[in-house]
């Protein structure tokens, strides 16, 4: 998803420019057909061929964004900075809880892609570049993304967690989001529906963190942490985390997402399922985790 590594991997990326998007294509048509066919085979009993293929063909044709993907990955020689394992990961989750609420850190390459896999889902992108998020929707106006505004640097990462133990609005039991100002890893004047919705899955794949000035993932990583902590519904929220080689990602996700709630890993990606807070016990001197 980030745009910094893209120059790094181009001659990688010449040599196989027609594997992933075509991998991906088939990804999202394969999963399409195989849903057709079972669909029709639960008909079957009931119904003559016709009628349950009449049916299957009504409630499984491919909703618009999905052959928008398609046609998108299939022609297209710029791919996910996610290789195909984990991308899995998430599609693996989304297969269970489609149609959802997917809220992304992130707007690139593979925003059509996860659109596309959350049909008739809630799937929103949250971008720091206003000109990039301009860019792609010229190309691909059915995404839903919003630019958004960070108060961290990266070069801030280690102040930062020395902050949040002693500001009582970071703490487990009093942390909340919208208009928490005194915590400064909280994301506030995002859009009210970051606020609003409850989120089944958060993807981290940015801000941007590989240089001193860039926002640094600090702020995603703790509010997604929050978010699913305040979690109403039943359940817990899918947190996914990329680029956990990195050291601020690393450290940031084993104090606020937590090791005991990892439940998958692949290459840089990190997959949390976190708990609402009611279905844990709350002590802050014990922090997150």
């Keep these: ?56 063909v009504e409630e499984y044709s491919a909703s618009p964004v999905q052959l928008q993907a398609i046609i998108h990955y299939a022609t297209s020689s710029i791919v996910p900075q996610q290789n195909f394992k984990e991308i899995s990961v998430t599609f693996d989750v989304l297969k269970k809880r489609s149609p959802c609420n ?67 609005s970071c703490y487990p039991s009093k942390a909340y989001l919208h208009g928490n100002e005194k915590c400064r890893l909280a994301l506030t004047g995002f859009p009210d529906e970051f606020y609003d919705t409850e989120w089944d899955l958060i993807m981290i794949d940015a801000p941007r963190g590989y240089f001193p000035e860039a926002p640094g993932r600090m702020a995603a990583i703790f509010s997604a942490a929050v978010l699913a902590r305040n979690r109403k519904g039943s359940g817990v929220t899918h947190v996914f985390l990329h680029d956990v080689n990195r050291r601020v990602e690393k450290v940031f996700a084993e ?9 998958n890993s692949e290459g840089r990606l990190w997959h949390f399922e976190i708990p609402p807070a009611s279905n844990t016990s709350s002590d802050d001197s014990a922090g997150y985790c």
């Design 255 to 263: 104090e606020f997402l937590c090791r005991k709630y990892l439940v």
């Design 1 to 56: 998803m980030k745009r910094e590594e893209t120059t790094k991997n181009r001659h990688f990326l010449a040599d196989k420019r027609w594997f992933m998007p075509i991998t991906i294509a088939g990804f999202i048509a394969g999963t399409m057909l195989i849903s057709s066919f079972i669909k029709t085979a639960d008909y079957s009993i009931l119904c003559s061929l016709a009628k349950t293929r009449s049916i299957a």
């Design 102 to 168: 997917f809220l992304v850190f992130g707007l690139g390459y593979d925003s059509l892609m996860w659109t596309s896999l959350n049909p008739n889902g809630n799937t929103i992108f949250l971008e720091e570049d206003p000109k990039w998020v301009q860019s792609v929707l010229k190309d691909a106006p059915i995404l839903h993304a919003h630019a958004v505004k960070y108060r961290t640097e990266l070069k801030e990462a280690d102040d930062l967690l020395i902050h949040y133990r002693s500001e009582p």
